[in-house]
């Protein structure tokens, strides 16, 4: 019995800025700042690589002095829209309704919600009575493809079964008003908001690229490497400058291993879908995988036009693939790093 993904849609909050568009706030927020450390803070948000990014609010609400309760009241309420909006729309992909589903997996780390979003999903939709709920809260933006590893483990022992894995994020309800540290910036040049719903199934009648394999890659002595420490005024970004470097030293070990276990190498993937972190880690990752003879074009454009999405960013490289007609026999390596620090990595077969 095999397990396949069957849909992936994602879900964009209704506001929207450009980059340029961000500037004169950036600015604003700046006054009193040294001039030096101002123009070194613009040049980083126009050399992110970012275009463009969504956000649960407009930048008004951003750059203003609200409290962390304020912000994650918005962030709960919000979130829960654009989860909902996700799942029927990959619900429609997939031709299935609410009730086909037996298993909800919700992804979240940029706010603070009990019940979490799957509850108010159940409820929304009349979702089963007796479907299996699990919320990941603290995988940060590997938990997208964790997602898909825990749903295939309940898939792959349940027959005629079917999931869904929900990742909703908001890292502008994150951004620090007071701290003007490198971490708070780089973070904002780089985050936005968004939401991603995927679909597996365990019937064998049903279509799309079979899960191969799945596997964990943990580092050690590296807890400190990226994260949030929550303080007073909320969830203050915690993400150090190394992790480039400990990926490209990591990088041998995380994937050639896992692809000979599969009696595979790097030249027989087709597709990278490689979860866009940042520019520098797109960059180092783009080197690896480009001393390899292959290219992740499709994680830098959806850093571009969206920026990173935390947990959900892989799924929306995931579903311009899955938008494609690929050809029968296809292979795909899915791959993202989160907080721990981890590596989560999917072998995929269309």
């Known amino acids: 019995m095999s397990v396949k993904i069957t849909a992936v849609a994602k879900q964009l909050p209704k506001y929207t800025r450009e980059t340029k568009d961000i500037i004169p706030f950036l600015k604003l927020w700046m006054t009193g700042q040294d001039d030096r450390f101002q123009r070194k803070v613009i040049k980083l948000f126009e050399g992110a690589g970012v275009d463009k990014r969504y956000s649960i609010m407009d930048a008004e609400e951003v750059f203003t002095n609200t409290s962390f309760q304020e912000k994650n009241d918005i962030y709960a309420r919000e979130v829960v ?9 990959a619900l429609d992909k997939a031709a299935l309704k609410p009730t086909d589903i037996d298993y909800i997996i919700t992804v979240s780390c940029t706010g603070i919600m009990i019940p979490s979003v799957d509850a ?6 009349k979702m089963k ?15 997208g493809v964790s997602g898909i590893i825990y749903a295939k483990n309940f898939l792959k022992a349940n027959p005629n079964k079917r999931a869904v894995v929900i990742a909703v994020e ?15 910036i780089v973070s904002a040049a780089i985050f936005g908001d968004g939401a991603a719903s995927v679909i597996l199934s365990s019937y064998e009648d049903e279509v799309g690229p079979k899960i191969v394999d799945e596997a964990m890659y943990h580092f050690y002595d590296a807890t400190t490497m ?5 303080v007073n005024t909320g969830l203050q970004m915690i993400l150090d400058k190394t992790v480039p470097e400990t990926i490209s030293e990591h990088f041998p070990m995380i994937v050639h291993p896992f692809l000979e276990r599969n009696n595979i190498t790097i030249d027989d993937i ?23 003879g292959k290219n992740i074009d499709d994680t830098k454009e959806v850093l571009r036009l969206y920026g990173n999405m935390s947990s959900a960013t892989v799924l929306y490289v995931l579903e311009r693939f899955m938008d494609r007609p690929l050809p029968k026999g296809d292979r795909g390596l899915m791959l993202s790093f989160g907080p721990g620090f981890s590596a989560q990595r999917i072998l995929l077969e269309w």
């Open 81 to 89: 829209k654009l989860a909902e909006q996700s799942l029927v729309k």
């Open 120 to 125: 108010y999903l159940i409820n929304n939709l």
């Open 129 to 143: 009575q007796d479907i299996v709920r699990l919320p990941v809260t603290e995988m940060g933006c590997a938990a």
């Open 170 to 184: 908001s890292p502008t309800a994150t951004f620090q008003l007071d701290d003007f540290s490198m971490v708070n």
């Open 226 to 230: 990226m994260g949030f420490k929550l």
């Open 270 to 292: 087709d597709h990278l879908i490689f979860h866009p972190g940042g520019k520098k880690i797109v960059q180092t990752v783009e080197d690896l995988f480009g001393s390899l």
